[in-house]
């Protein structure tokens, strides 16, 4: 008779226990990331009554991000938009394709948008300090050139062209610059002072996210960078 | 508002782990495992109010972790996957995850491991482990008694093989 076969319950569930917390696992994230997840998803399930995870599953999707609009000056919604979130520095909307825009006024609260779109199911890692993220440098596509050369299969449409060169007030009727191929006409033209970037979430199959960087650059907001990201980078 | 962020972040710093082990012995995957508890506890913050008077909060979120989990692979079944990116491939062990226990986590089902997981590291009894799946606790005992009965037929072959 094997000494096991006289062990009780009891032991056996300590003995389970005893193994499986030896097992090293990860230390917790940050918990004002997670914070600030939560209230993203409070705050769209505020606004949008019902609307709780659908947006997670939407086929393909983009983000824009609009920059240097007064705090006071709240973007127009696109037309075709099926859902939104809004905050004071930026907002979230998915459109009528199933992209997502992301209006940023103001360069406050990553962590906040980082929390809205991975509630939209965008795996993301937003910094606006201008450096993205080391971790995910290695990552396959992870890295661009600098300056900024969009549009790309994730970067699909940017507003104001020449992006990342010149202050979007420096040309009084800026235009989109789009992927070769992206078959979608320009979201409609943003206010004065704004910058755009649409990202495609159909090229974001897998557990792939993004990295979102900006920073400030002569008084106004810079090129605002966005590349692939793993798991790690987003902990998504 | 201050004392709710100072409550939720305690009951994030202590419940992290236990929920994780939980999660990753039913899961058995270390990434699936910190993915969907991570959203688990985003979704515990947005619904602190709801949350924090739940008779077994730590039960709460290994529950949404696993529903996380099983929405997230409806949404990935639809979806390609990245070439050459380094991920974990789905239901890999995690690492230093002892082999015969391994090994016998995986012949039970889901609900027999969840049970198990529930009631080691969550320490809840048969009773709030049968509310918290919404089934009887005469299920519940026959799933631990199952599940432990396996445990141990491995724990006895592991030993019987390995001297």
């Known amino acids: 008779m094997n000494a096991n076969d006289s062990m009780s319950d009891t032991d056996v569930l300590n003995a389970a226990r005893d193994s499986l917390s030896g097992m090293p696992v990860a230390s917790a994230p940050d918990v004002e990331m997670i914070m600030a997840r939560g209230r993203a998803r409070r705050h769209r399930r505020r606004l949008v009554p019902g609307v709780t995870g659908t947006l997670a599953v939407a086929a393909g999707a983009a983000l824009a991000v609009a920059t240097l609009a007064p705090a006071s000056h709240r973007a127009a919604p696109p037309a075709g938009r099926q859902h939104a979130a809004h905050l004071a520095a930026w907002t979230v909307t998915e459109l009528a394709d199933g992209n997502i825009s992301v209006t940023i006024r103001e360069l406050k609260d990553p962590a906040g948008l980082q929390g809205a779109l991975r509630a939209d199911g965008v795996p993301a890692s937003v910094t606006f300090a201008g450096q993205l993220n080391p971790a995910c440098r290695s990552y396959p596509g992870g890295t661009i050139p600098w300056p900024p050369q969009p549009p790309t299969p994730l970067l699909r449409q940017v507003f104001p062209k020449p992006y990342g060169v010149l202050p979007p007030s420096a040309d009084p009727s800026p235009g989109w610059s789009q992927a070769p191929g992206h078959g979608s006409p320009p979201p409609a033209t943003p206010a004065p002072g704004r910058t755009v970037i649409v990202i495609a979430r159909s090229a974001l199959p897998g557990h792939a996210g993004v990295q979102i960087a900006a920073t400030h650059s002569a008084g106004w907001i810079g090129p605002v960078r966005v590349v692939y990201a793993s798991p790690q980078c987003t902990s998504s | ?163």
């Open chain 2, 1 to 163: 508002m201050s004392n709710e962020r100072a409550e939720f972040a305690d009951f994030f710093r202590t419940g992290w782990e236990p929920c994780l082990r939980a999660v990753l012995t039913v899961v058995g995957s270390q990434q699936l495992a910190e993915d969907q508890v991570a959203e688990a506890f985003v979704r515990a913050w947005a619904s602190w109010r709801k949350v924090r008077s739940h008779p077994a909060p730590r039960a709460w979120v290994v529950r949404t972790a696993l529903n996380a989990g099983a929405s997230w692979w409806r949404q990935r079944s639809r979806e390609l996957p990245l070439a050459g990116h380094d991920l974990t491939a789905p239901g890999d062990p995690g690492e230093g995850l002892d082999a015969s226990l391994l090994a016998a986590l995986r012949h039970l089902s889901p609900r027999q491991r969840e049970v198990i997981a529930l009631r080691i590291f969550l320490d809840l009894d048969t009773d709030v482990i049968a509310r918290q799946l919404g089934i009887e606790a005469g299920t519940v005992r026959m799933h631990l008694s199952r599940g432990v009965a396996a445990l141990r037929r491995e724990l006895t072959s592991t030993n019987d093989h390995g001297g």
